[in-house]
């Protein structure tokens, strides 16, 4: 029993320093304190029990996208939610304290003991072939770094607490663990994925999708390396702003103060591994006919001659595929986790309450019985090209930033409608405003403009089916005097299923959500992020593989880009980039990209940060539709105006969320983030 003994009161010391005293492990609680650590991992089902308890502290307060509750990272200058509490306001004013949505830091503390705990001992389990220890292993290894990844991207630099724990003898002022540094944080977590990719498989079975594969290991790293790589902390030459008051307490700084071009190079190596897998490639549906085209499916329409992707079949061009449903169907549901081969990681259906589904929930209008609250705002909605690759007429004119071209006037006439001259739009009725035609596909697949059609297929009777919906006041899904309406008159159609509907009248109908995966890391991100890394690298590196098996010649090669954001362009029913030579216009079409691309997503939020752009972005108006007008008025309503109850703001401070108080009490060498207070 002194194993035990050793093993429980090195966790107590661990939880005192770095959780809660008051808490002990779920699985401790599970095991409930009777078993020895050579019980639990001599016996297969109890270490897989274990292992999956530590996967358990992925979901809640560590999802990547989900809804607003616990994790409400989806929303920066490009979603906003109305609700009936003030978090929202909150979350963009920065008045949210030190105590605020700190769920994520105990959580992610809790599964690294697990991890840890497991990775020490699996090998004793004669019950699993060796093959099968070094797969559990592995995965426990990653979950590990995947929790000090999350832990990065919100907090900035944590501590990294020792692999076999810490000596519980040691008296109490000894025990303080210090923050390490940025580019320590993401050392460790790319040596650990390295670790974790020599014994994950390529792929896994439809049965443990939600298990992480070489390339979720793989990808995770290159994500940590180019966040390092990042202005966030790696300051441009002359740039100002190097966060030299984040020191831990004895000085050291934790955030790079020098610039470091040949980090952009080991990124772009780390997302370059992930292509070389050969694992993965972005979802294309095929050419939808008109004669076979249906309600909630309509026939593909062909994107304008480009002279280049319309000539040629994929992944060349886009003759042969269905550009709209390309998009829409990687996160409606309508495509299993196992079918979808730009999947790298997702945690599958396993998000609780808290789920893509329930986001959708809240997308959808009164019509469908939704909450009618996750909305777009007009620059994301201006940010979508034309279906030839213009921009929008009008495009960011209200803060600035357009050419001073008027928005498209005029709307759809019945004729216009009757003679379907305008397919795109997918409508029944007349009255669409002509600003929200001719755009590119992925803009029918996210955005719930003015007028757009919600299919409702599942509803059992065919009125309630196919309807459009319209934001104006009065209209029933527009401004009511309650806290459930669109401030900015355009929803979120992505992630969003022709059968969904909350409620029916049908009573063997009660819900229906198409059940949904989460998009944790997809290959698309991958692709923009080697072009993003390419882009900024101005020397030649020679950077090794992953394995070390080869080696790559880094540095920015416009053909290499290509191959980054061309497969992007192409399934997005987009012509290619013309200014490769310009790193500046590169630099500004690659984010544009990721906007666009990446919506919903849980990556804005993060990337406006690790570009150190937040402070310009997010203090931006938010502006759109002008919601309080009536149908009678509609001209006016489709004139961007500046949403007063969605307020923006942004200090300095919020590039990093704070350390709780809690937290900086049980530990004496954990500083706070710069900004932020370390009392009550």
Known sequence: MKKKYTLMSALCVLAFVLASCADVLDADHYFEDRMTIEEVFTDRDYSEQWLANAYYYLTINNTDVSSKKYNPFCFADDMYYGDTDDRYKRLKNGDYDENFLQGSWIDAYKGIR?????????????????????????????????????????????????????????EYDELGIPRNSYDECVEYISNEMLLAAKDLPLSRSALYIARPTRGAALATRAKALLYAASPINNPRPGDQEKFADMVNWDGKHLIAQEYDDKKWAIAAAAARDVMEL???????????????????????????????????????????????????????????????????????????????????????????????????TQKQCDAYYMNDGTDCPGKDMEIGRGNGSKRAEGFVTREEEAQKKYPELDVHEEGVSKQYVQREPRFYASVAFNGSTWYFLNRSQQHEKN????????????????????????????????????????????QYIQKKVDPAIRYADILLMYAEALNEVDGTYNIPSWDGAK??????????????????????????????????????????????????????????????????????????????LTVDQRELFHIPVEVASLPTNFSRKMYFWPISHQELKRNKKLVQNPGWTYNE
């Open 114 to 170: 697990q991890a840890s705990i497991f990775i020490l001992n699996i090998d004793m389990n004669e019950q699993m072939t060796p093959e099968e220890r070094a797969d559990y292993k592995a995965q426990a290894r990653f979950v590990r770094a995947y929790f000090y990844w999350l832990l990065l991207r919100k907090y900035g630099p944590v501590p990294l607490v020792p692999d076999e724990g810490i000596d519980y003898t040691k």
């Open 278 to 376: 050969g694992q993965y490639d972005l979802y294309h549906a095929g050419v939808r006919r008109p004669e076979s085209a249906m309600s909630g499916f309509p026939a593909t329409i062909t994107p304008p001659d480009d002279g280049d992707f319309s000539n040629n079949l994929w992944p060349n061009g886009w003759k042969d595929i269905d550009p709209f449903e390309s998009y829409r169907a990687i996160f409606n549901g309508s495509l299993a986790a196992s079918d979808n081969p730009e999947l790298i990681f997702t945690r599958g259906q396993n998000l609780k309450e808290e789920s893509v589904s329930q986001m959708v929930l809240y997308q959808l209008p009164p019509l469908g019985n939704g909450f009618n609250t996750h909305g777009i």
């Open 551 to 628: 080696s790559y010649a880094i540095k920015r090669d416009i053909d290499e880009m290509k191959r980054g954001t061309r497969p992007v362009r192409c399934r997005a029913g987009l012509p290619d980039f013309k200014d490769y030579g310009s790193k500046e216009a590169m630099r500004a079409n690659i984010k544009r990209e990721r906007q666009i691309e990446l919506m919903g997503e849980g990556q804005r939020y993060y990337d406006l940060r690790r570009w150190k752009d937040a402070e310009i972005e997010e203090s931006l108006p938010i502006y759109g539709c002008n919601t309080l």
């Open 467 to 510: 309807l459009q919906v319209f934001y104006y006041r009065g209209s029933g899904n527009g401004y009511t005097n309650t806290s459930y309406w669109l401030r900015t008159g355009i929803g979120v159609k992505k992630f969003v299923h022709p059968n969904d509907c909350h409620w029916g009248n049908d009573p063997l109908v009660t």
